[in-house]
């Protein structure tokens, strides 16, 4: 049996082009995007203004395409570690973070990632698919806590700008007047900084921007994180200077600090230089430890003299919180790797079909 193309994650754009291919009328579009994104509906059949031949027209070939999340894991602290199914046997994880008057959610853009950083166990599982932007979009509307959310982070699996069509289109979805309206405000993607990407992300989309660093010199930044050889940071830096980040769009940082490779205050100064007049934010991270890697996290002590040295030489830094180390939700911890390898011990036949 074919599948069924899903409505979730259209602009209306293509709303208004899928209804007149069926010949609906053209109210129909937008019709359509108030079920989907304001009132959430999970069916075309709930979908009560448009008529039943129109209704039953779209189910010939379309679903709303809403998946409720297969497993979730909570963390001591209130996180929530959310598992979604997105075929083939691919699964994703979503960490819901409350946080007081926040709650963030960190969503995936990828099934396990190309880009082989040392530190983040989603590289670990190698590269399996790009999400749809249907299934981005669902990993925000099947949230159990979706009513509550105030930001979104996308730095779950996944590198953004590895995927930037459907990482735009579920931009466009949720910041639309159409769709969901977010402010761009309340949302930021994270990327290491792709050169064929980081232009156009930029350009077409108001969302934060934040930039994985982790070392201020080249020949260190390349021994964490390979990408550096194809597009230097420096070169990335010079790219930034570029565009304005002084008004309501915030640039910021990542810098995980490890115990012995990139805490010293020799590599904040490498820092400050590097940054100097760039109008952003550094965000220090504590590094968790993933199996099979040889690296440490630094020292509380280490972490705030790396802080205050960047904040006193106008490099605005903060220690962010860590959250839900214990359910491997936090930073660089994310993997369904074993899940997937689980699936196919379970289905052998379904995945062969499949393949």
Not at 37 to 60: C, F
Not at 103 to 108: D, F, H, M, R, V
Request: aromatic share 8%; net charge negative; hydrophobic share 40%.
């Amino acid at each position: 049996m074919m599948s069924k193309y899903p409505l979730l994650g259209m602009p209306l754009v293509e709303l208004q082009k899928l209804v007149k291919e069926l010949g609906m009328p053209g109210f129909a579009a937008k019709q359509l995007a108030s079920w989907l994104y304001e009132k959430k509906v999970n069916s075309i059949d709930e979908m009560t203004n448009l008529s039943l031949r129109h209704r039953e027209l779209l189910k010939q070939g379309y679903e709303v395409g809403v998946s409720a999340p297969v497993d979730e894991m909570r963390s001591v602290d209130g996180t929530v570690k959310y598992l979604y199914s997105v075929g083939d046997g691919h699964f994703v994880e979503a960490v819901y973070i409350p946080d007081e008057e926040r709650a963030t959610l960190c969503i995936s853009s990828q099934v396990g990632c190309k880009m082989n950083c040392k530190f983040c166990m989603t590289g670990k599982q190698g590269f399996k698919a790009n999400l749809t932007a249907a299934q981005i979009i669902n990993q925000i509307h099947s949230l159990p806590e979706r009513d509550k959310l105030t930001n979104i982070v996308m730095m779950g699996m996944g590198e953004p700008l590895d995927n930037l069509d459907e990482v735009l289109k579920a931009l466009h979805v949720l910041t639309g007047d159409y769709g969901y309206a977010w402010s761009p405000k309340r949302i930021t993607v994270s990327s290491v900084g792709l050169r064929r990407g980081l232009k156009r992300f930029i350009e077409e989309c108001d969302c934060h921007l934040a930039i994985s660093l982790h070392a201020p010199i080249p020949l260190l930044r390349a021994d964490l994180m390979p990408v550096e050889r194809s597009f230097s940071i420096v070169e990335m830096v010079d790219l930034l200077r570029n565009y304005d980040f002084s008004k309501q769009r915030r640039l910021s940082f990542e810098y995980i600090v490890f115990k012995g490779v990139n805490d010293s205050l020799v590599y904040a100064k490498e820092l400050v230089k590097l940054l100097r007049g760039l109008d952003c934010r550094m965000n220090l991270i504590r590094y968790h430890a993933i199996p099979g890697v040889n690296l440490e996290g630094t020292d509380m002590d280490t972490m705030v003299a790396f802080r205050d040295y960047l904040t006193s030489h106008g490099l605005f830094a903060t220690i962010r919180a860590s959250r839900g180390e214990d359910i491997f939700a936090a930073c660089g911890m994310l993997s369904t790797a074993k899940q997937e390898e689980q699936n196919r011990e379970e289905n052998p036949a379904e995945i062969e079909d499949k393949e």
